[in-house]
Nanobody, 127 residues
Framework: QVQLVESGGGLVQAGASLRLSCAAS????????MGWFRQAPQKEREFVAA????????GYADSVKGRFTISRDNAKNTVTLQMNSLKPEDTAVYYC????????????????????WGPGTQVTVSS
């Protein structure tokens, strides 16, 4: 089992940067695909980014491609989301998620395919 805790959220102005971190417990962190999702008020949870077990592969939502970067450190059991050029539409609660997958088709944008979730961290971008 994996427990996840996000940190690094806050209130920033448009154009600023934030770095979100997710700390994972457990000895099998490197066996999980890791993802970031976000949920704005009155909207469904949406995929932001995901990274493969070793960090060699990454995928992004079109809305964040070129602005956000996901990375992981398996030695420290952490996954990070670097967010640059933030926009007001990036305002949401951001969630870290872990997916058990042994398939080469590791990439998933579906929230229901992730097994563990953190409590979330609020990101607010003012215009």
């Amino acid at each position: 089992q994996v427990q996840l805790v996000e940190s690094g959220g806050g209130l920033v102005q448009a154009g600023a940067s934030l770095r979100l971190s997710c700390a994972a417990s457990g000895r099998t962190f490197s066996s999980y695909v890791m993802g970031w999702f976000r949920q704005a008020p009155q909207k469904e949870r949406e995929f932001v980014a995901a990274i493969s077990w070793s960090g060699g592969g990454a995928g992004y939502a079109d809305s964040v491609k070129g602005r956000f970067t996901i990375s992981r450190d398996n030695a420290k059991n952490t996954v990070t989301l670097q967010m640059n050029s933030l926009k007001p539409e990036d305002t949401a609660v951001y969630y870290c998620a872990a997916r058990r997958s042994l398939s080469s088709a590791w990439m998933s944008v579906r929230a229901n395919e992730y097994d563990y979730w953190g409590p979330g961290t609020q990101v607010t971008v003012s215009s």
